[in-house]
Each structure stands twice: as structure tokens, then as C-alpha cells.
């Protein structure tokens, strides 16, 4: 029977077995109507969400709506915070506003989280073409010129008495020489345009109407200015953008942030979403899927990585990294983000002009209305959150980093006012993974370190570690406090079910872990975790005994600073994706279950052991 969802769940779990069906059959398909209610918009409740001028709302405040206390420490608020994106709570700064408070309520942290979001604004370019009254001048000012230069006519004030055909032959040279230069030159190109007028149409696909090119700039004091866009600074990204089969599809011609490929260049600086490629990505999908659902279009598309690489007539190096971005990363994004919002993507092939193969997005009427009820301004989760668990230990880390790029913050020391308390630290408990599960050890911080004495995440060089695989250390798991990074969507066993694969040994629970979950469960022949040669916390060697995974200048992609210890072991999302065959949300999920089965496992066998023989 069709449930309203809009009422509540005892409501239709009442109308369902008033109407015969069994109570468990009732009690699923009422909750399964509720999660999609709020899937689809999370509006039906009464306390609809606040979305910007973009359509997109702050995910950490509608957490915060649904917190159990009214009002409580801003550490214990601001950790029952669930499935939060660090990129939210980072730019949120919510612990260096209501750190100093003694409380904070439920309705400051939503209002708190909803004002701070990035000041994005938008500007739209559509039309325009060349200003013929200065095409005009340039021509007369340089035929004069030529004439001069070439000796048929002594002085400039003489053009007016010249002969026509002078005249003539001197203004074809300077209309033919505008038309090159019009036509390879974009900044002399840009002098003639009329205000307000696109730039790149002519790096797009043939056919198509309604050419626009739509820029999302950060609000404020100018931080940046790229050279595509010398008039108009602060752009985070832009999209330029065709409709295509009369309206019924938005084809999106470019996405692309020069500020955060200038910033992975180490020549910008950071700005909110453009110190991840995938933050950028997914700002501007989110409005080109904002776009499609407002203008009714029945598919989204785009311009295939080797298309665009001879639009730009690229080197072979440049064209790979077209075709990774356009056929690989931004399709993974678009999944991702329609993943998030509930729904199915439903991606088909696509011809564009009959001749080029391209991928599409069908744009339902289901996901059509889950879009204008708006799309979260960060991606949700991630499993290794800035404040979820162990949130002061990332904040710090957090902060002293932003610090290292010019925040011009300082850290305070221990005992002065505002610095963290000893029972704030005690509080704060460590983890690498945020939904789907308590926090991944349920352990206590037994050492309350000093501030001035937190060892900084290893690097190498200029490079950032990224740690994967089992974690060293001279001193147990409980006590040991060890920053680090790791890639967004990693999963950290805990160093209690390490200890119990390895029956007790550490060093053994990590050759199981290895097998167990590692693509390539031999890749550290030269840094065994066995005997004297194993590398630990402090040593110089690569910290903590784990292969580099990555590396990169400070602020690479998806990378998260967490506070681990030693004995645990971190698996890496691709690791987690193979496990869940394909699927990173269904590998957490095993690996959820696999870590509460095995400590159930282990808690029976240690209760069935023999008790100590006495004397």
C-alpha cells in the first residue's frame, strides 16, 4: 500500500497493519519511506533547509538540527557530529569560535554552520561579440600608420587629403591584420569585446545554442587573479556550458580551476574548495547538475578528455591528463555526489553531432526533485573526519598548518586562556573513519600531552607521507599519540583487534592484516615489520614502519591528518574498494563488521580462558 511521507513513522507503521500487513513488514517499509523522505529533501519535518543563492546548504547544520542535547561543552557538540566533511568543519572554524565557551546550544552551532559557509558568488557571461566601434578606430588609427610608415603620406593630419585608393589599400592592411590578430590573440581579442561578452566560445564542440560561461568566485578582498579571467578575480571555478538536442541536454564544454591547479603548483594561495581537485569538481557539478535540473534538461553530458586535448591541440602528456580528468575523475565525482543524494546514477552513451563518443547523466524526475531541494555545499562524510572522535588533535594539526600557509594565527601555549584543558583532551577520543560505527577503538587517551611537545605529521622533504599499512611504535597502542596523514576514505584497525589476529603478537597480527586485506600484501620487502630492521615512530626512516603511498606538496588531494597509535593498522581506500567489490560504502561496512565480530570473538574466547592456577 502507498505510505504518505510526510507523516510520521508510528503513523504509517499504524495504517500498514490496520490494512493487514504483517508488524516487521510494516515497521521496514515505514522506516524505508522515512529515510527516503529525507533522502529526497529532508524538508517534510517542518524545519526546511537554508540554501544558499547556489542551492546548496550546509550539511554540518542539519547534523547539528538532529542532536540529541539541547546544549552542551563545545567538545561534546561539536563530536556528536556525525558524517561531517573536514572541509566543512575546517572552514567553519566552529572550535575557534565556541572553543573559549563554557556551552554552546544546538541552534548556535546550526546558525554557526549555515552563516559559514564560502561566500560564493556568481557571474554569468553570455553574448556580447566584438565592440565594432572600437574595431573601427584600431583600423583608421593603424592604416594611418602604415601610410605613414610607408611614405604615402608625409604626416598623419595629411590621411584626409590622401587619394582614396591609398586610403583603401591601407585599410584593407589594417583590417586583414586585426582579423589575424583577432583570431589567434586572446588578450587582443579581449580588448574589442563588448562588456560583458563570452571569451571561449571558439574552444567548444560545433552546434549548440545558448553559449554561456559561468564563473563561482570567492567574495571578498582579491586573493587571486588568473590570466583567463584578468577582469574578474577570486574565481574558484568555472563552467562553460552548451544546451544541445533543442534543450533537452546541458552539455557542460569545461570545468576547470586555474586557482587550484596554480595551488598544486605551490604558486597560489589556499582558498576554500581549491586545495583538493575533487572539492573543486565537485563545486562545479553540483551547479552544472543545479543548472540541468532548473533549466528541465533530460541529461547532462560533457566534452570527452581526448576532444578537449585537440580543442587546445596539446602535447601527449597534457592530453593524458585531459583524458584522466574528463573521462575518469570527473565521472567518479558525478557518481559520488549523485550516490550521496540517494539515487542510482543512471549513466549512458552519448554522440555528440552523431560523430564524437561521450558519456551522459540521465537527469530523472526523481533526482530532478531531490536537486531543488538542494545539494550539500561539502560532500558528506568521509571516513576519516576533522572533529568526529579525535577532533582536538586534528584541529591543532589542522591549525598549524593553516599557520604554515600565512594564516597568521598563533598557538597558544598550555595553561594560558583558550588553550585546551587537560579534561578536553580527555574527552577527545581518536578516530579514522566517521560513519557507520562508534569510534574505531573505544579507548581513552591515558596521556594528556603537552601542546608545544605534539610531534608535526612526518614529511619528507617538501613531501607529505601518506601512511598506509601498519603503524610502529615503541610504546602500546592506548598511550601513544602519532599524527600523521592518510587518504580520504582509509579505514583504521584498531590496535586491540591487531593484537587478537596475532594472537596476542602485535607483529604477527600485522603479517595477517597484510594477507588479509592488502592488494599487495608483499610490497615492503625492504621494510619488514619483523626483528631490529623495522622502522619506528622517530626513527629516520619512513615513520611508523608504512610505505610512502603517495606524496605531493602540502594540501594534495584527499589527504587528512588524523592522531593515530601505534599497533593499528591502516587499510587504503583503494584496498577498501576491492574488498567491497567495487563499492567503498559497502568495504566500510564489512569492515565495520568485521572488527565488531572479532572483538565479540575475542572478549568470548579471553571469558572461556582458564583462570590463573593458584598455589
Do not use: C
Not at 500500500?1 to 516487521?24: D, R
Not at 517542518?46 to 546548504?57: A, D, E, I, K, T
Not at 598506509?468 to 611504535?473: A, F, M, N, R, V
Amino acid at each position: 500500500m502507498p505510505l504518505n511521507p510526510k507523516a510520521s513513522v508510528s503513523h504509517n507503521i499504524s495504517e500498514m497493519v490496520h490494512a493487514g500487513h504483517p508488524q516487521n513488514q510494516a515497521v521496514a517499509a515505514a522506516l524505508n519511506v522515512a529515510r527516503n523522505a529525507k533522502a529526497m529533501g529532508g524538508a517534510e519535518d517542518g524545519n526546511p533547509r537554508q540554501l544558499n543563492s547556489m542551492g546548496l546548504y550546509s550539511q554540518a547544520a542539519e547534523v547539528a538540527k538532529s542532536l540529541p542535547q539541547a546544549r552542551g561543552t563545545p567538545q561534546q557538540m561539536v563530536a556528536s557530529l556525525k558524517g561531517i566533511k573536514q572541509d566543512e568543519l575546517t572552514n567553519s572554524n566552529v572550535m575557534g569560535t565556541f572553543g573559549n565557551q563554557p556551552y554552546v546550544t544546538r541552534d548556535q552551532l546550526v546558525q554557526h554552520f549555515q552563516k559559514s559557509l564560502p561566500n560564493i558568488e556568481e557571474k554569468q557571461i553570455k553574448g556580447g561579440g566584438i565592440d565594432e566601434n572600437r574595431k573601427k578606430n584600431w583600423i583608421l588609427k593603424n592604416a594611418i600608420d602604415s601610410a605613414v610608415n610607408t611614405g604615402d603620406i608625409d604626416h598623419s593630419r595629411d590621411w584626409d587629403d590622401a587619394d582614396n585608393d591609398v586610403k583603401n589599400w591601407h585599410i584593407e592592411i589594417a583590417n586583414n591584420e586585426f582579423n589575424k590578430n583577432y583570431a589567434y590573440d586572446d588578450s587582443f581579442k579581449d580588448n574589442f569585446l563588448k562588456e560583458n561578452a563570452t571569451k571561449y566560445e571558439k574552444y567548444t564542440i560545433p552546434n549548440g545554442t545558448d553559449y554561456r560561461e559561468l564563473l563561482l568566485k570567492l567574495k571578498g578582498s582579491p586573493l587571486y587573479r588568473s590570466s583567463h579571467w584578468e577582469n574578474d578575480p577570486n574565481v574558484v571555478v568555472h563552467l562553460r556550458m552548451k544546451n544541445r538536442d533543442e534543450g533537452k541536454t546541458l552539455h557542460l564544454e569545461e570545468l576547470q580551476s586555474d586557482w587550484g591547479q596554480d595551488y598544486r603548483k605551490s604558486e597560489a594561495e589556499p582558498a576554500p574548495y581549491i586545495t583538493s581537485t575533487n572539492s573543486w569538481t565537485d563545486l562545479g557539478l553540483k551547479r552544472a547538475l543545479i543548472e540541468a535540473a532548473k533549466g528541465g534538461h533530460e541529461r547532462l553530458t560533457w566534452t570527452p578528455g581526448l576532444y578537449q586535448a585537440k580543442l587546445y591541440n596539446l602535447s601527449d602528456e597534457k592530453q593524458q591528463g585531459m583524458k584522466g580528468y574528463y573521462d575518469n575523475i570527473l565521472p567518479s565525482r558525478l557518481q559520488d555526489i549523485i550516490k550521496r543524494l540517494g539515487h542510482e546514477p543512471k549513466f549512458e552513451p552519448y554522440n555528440i553531432n552523431n560523430e564524437i563518443p561521450a558519456q551522459s547523466l540521465r537527469i530523472t524526475p526523481e533526482l530532478r526533485q531531490t536537486i531543488l531541494k538542494g545539494i550539500s555545499a561539502f560532500e558528506r562524510g568521509g571516513y576519516v573526519p576533522y572533529a568526529t572522535g579525535g577532533g582536538l588533535y586534528a584541529n591543532i594539526h589542522a591549525k598549524q598548518e593553516r599557520i604554515a600557509h600565512g594564516s597568521h594565527e598563533h598557538m597558544r601555549r598550555p595553561g594560558v586562556k583558550g588553550a585546551p584543558t587537560a579534561e578536553a583532551f580527555r574527552a577527545s577520543e581518536r578516530t579514522a573513519k566517521a560513519e557507520g560505527g562508534d569510534f574505531s577503538n573505544n579507548q581513552k587517551l591515558r596521556q594528556i600531552p603537552q601542546l608545544n611537545h605534539l610531534q608535526p605529521a612526518p614529511t619528507m622533504g617538501n613531501k607529505v607521507i601518506v601512511h598506509e599499512g601498519p603503524i610502529h611504535s615503541p610504546v602500546a597502542g592506548r598511550t601513544d599519540h602519532l599524527p600523521m596523514h592518510v587518504k580520504s576514505g582509509s579505514y583504521v584497525i584498531p590496535a586491540d583487534i591487531i593484537g587478537a589476529m596475532g594472537e596476542g603478537n602485535t607483529m604477527a597480527g600485522f603479517k595477517v592484516a597484510r594477507r588479509m586485506f592488502s592488494s599487495n600484501p608483499y610490497f615492503q620487502k625492504s621494510m619488514s615489520p619483523y626483528g631490529s630492521s623495522s622502522p619506528i615512530y622517530n626513527s629516520d626512516e619512513k615513520p611508523y614502519g608504512a610505505r610512502a603511498a603517495g606524496g605531493g606538496t602540502p594540501g594534495n588531494d584527499d589527504l587528512v591528518p588524523i592522531v593515530a597509535a601505534g599497533g593499528e593498522y591502516v587499510i587504503s581506500p583503494q584496498d577498501v574498494t576491492r574488498l567491497g567489490e567495487g563499492d567503498i560504502d559497502k568495504g566500510h561496512k564489512l569492515l565495520d563488521s568485521f572488527v565488531t565480530k572479532y572483538r565479540k570473538k575475542t572478549i568470548k574466547v579471553l571469558q572461556n580462558l582458564p583462570g590463573p592456577k593458584r598455589d
